[in-house]
């Protein structure tokens, strides 16, 4: 996945495995313009996306003749892939797309936000951030780096495990029209079909305080809608078809080797015990991991995308953040499959969901007529 590019340490080293979303939802900086709000920091961040916003350009300027032929070819490439991609998501899932990614914003990096999330050190107790309307999340994003930073300090000397990302794309839930950037040019057409197709389910569909749900909804959506447009424009038989599997395979070989590390350390926190001797153990239960990683990476992996993990100073921040972006059930996409709906039937159903009521993943089964009445339990029969 390549949405959001982990390290905790920007600038970053891979582009996985959280996205965005192949890169986020992320609205992870102030919902409704932060600076209609007080306090520094949505004043702050609010400020600088302000400032990218006053510097996009209609995505047709990149049309504009350049002396410079391959670089004029690729612009128009890159111009009527972003058509497409937003006609198919409109017209053909029945996404909101308004007029987000229509317009195209330059950068010196290439990701966009340095999102930090937070963790218990001795349980994967996830660390939350309130936010005026859309509730409590999990991330907390700068556009400043040392931001992110100085945050990360103070959480640490409050005893919990930090980690910072860079976040290439975020939804503002049509409250501004969500622009393309630069870096996105270098995406395969089945990642920029992810990015648009999951930030527009956010656009479309957000459950207030249902974080954990929305990331994972967003998660099924992008990725299922992204192969059906590379069915749709290129058939099964592509190229581009078979790079997309060749990478899906790859994420779905990496979940299972970090779900493999997470149960581990769960049962490990389960048994209790000092809090000293629970981080001896925590590392070298990672360490070895990580070894056993390098060891297996050819019998595992196709491509050499995941072969950083590695060297990353995994903590309980990394790993919880991977649980919300990758949970080990696969509840959507079995959910989705036993509905017998198609994609667009299944994202006109999450429109219905109640704003208000149980759990997210409920919502969702009872607009699909797949909650039993009696117990209230989920049947995927």
């Not at 930073?149 to 930090?162: F, I, K, N, S, T």
Request: net charge negative; aromatic share 12%.
């Amino acid at each position: 996945m390549t949405r959001e590019r982990q390290t905790n340490i920007i600038p970053k080293q891979q582009s996985w495995p959280f996205k965005t979303g192949l890169v986020v939802f992320l609205l992870v900086l102030f919902p409704l313009a932060g600076i209609m709000f007080s306090g520094c920091y949505t004043i702050k961040q609010g400020t600088a996306f302000l400032g990218y916003l006053s510097r996009a350009k209609p995505l047709e300027s990149l049309l504009v003749p350049t002396d410079d032929s391959d670089e004029n070819e690729r612009n128009q490439v890159f111009v009527n892939k972003i058509h497409d991609i937003r006609s198919f998501a409109k017209n053909e899932l029945g996404l909101d797309i308004g007029k987000n990614y229509t317009h195209y914003v330059s950068v010196d990096r290439d990701f966009l936000v340095a999102v930090v999330s937070a963790s218990a050190r001795d349980s994967f107790t996830t660390h939350l951030w309130r936010y005026p309307i859309v509730g409590a999340l999990p991330y907390r994003g700068y556009f400043d780096i040392e931001g992110a930073r100085r945050q990360r300090e103070r959480l640490e000397a409050r005893g919990l495990d930090v980690w910072i990302r860079g976040v290439d794309a975020f939804s503002t839930l049509g409250w501004f029209r969500d622009p393309l950037f630069s870096f996105m040019r270098n995406y395969r057409i089945d990642q920029l079909a992810d990015l648009i197709i999951h930030e527009s389910l956010h656009a479309t569909v957000f459950l207030r305080g249902e974080g954990h749900f929305n990331e994972e909804l967003a998660e099924f959506v992008g990725r299922e809608g992204a192969r059906l447009y590379i069915v749709s424009r290129f058939g099964e038989n592509s190229r581009e078809y078979e790079d997309m599997l060749a990478a899906n395979s790859d994420s779905e070989a990496f979940r299972e080797f970090v779900w493999e590390l997470i149960a581990e350390l769960e049962a490990l926190y389960e048994n209790g015990g000092e809090l000293e001797d629970i981080l001896r153990e925590r590392q070298r239960i990672i360490a070895a991991a990580q070894e056993r990683f390098d060891t297996e990476y050819e019998e595992r992996f196709a491509g050499d995308n995941f072969r950083g993990f590695s060297s990353l100073p995994i903590n309980n921040a990394y790993l919880d953040l991977f649980r919300i972006y990758n949970p080990a059930d696969g509840f959507i996409e079995e959910l989705f499959h036993a509905s017998g709906k198609t994609l667009p039937e299944f994202i006109a159903a999450t429109r219905t969901m109640p704003r208000r009521g149980p759990p997210g993943r409920e919502r969702l089964a009872g607009v699909l007529g797949m909650l039993d009445e009696a117990g209230g339990k989920i049947s995927l029969r």
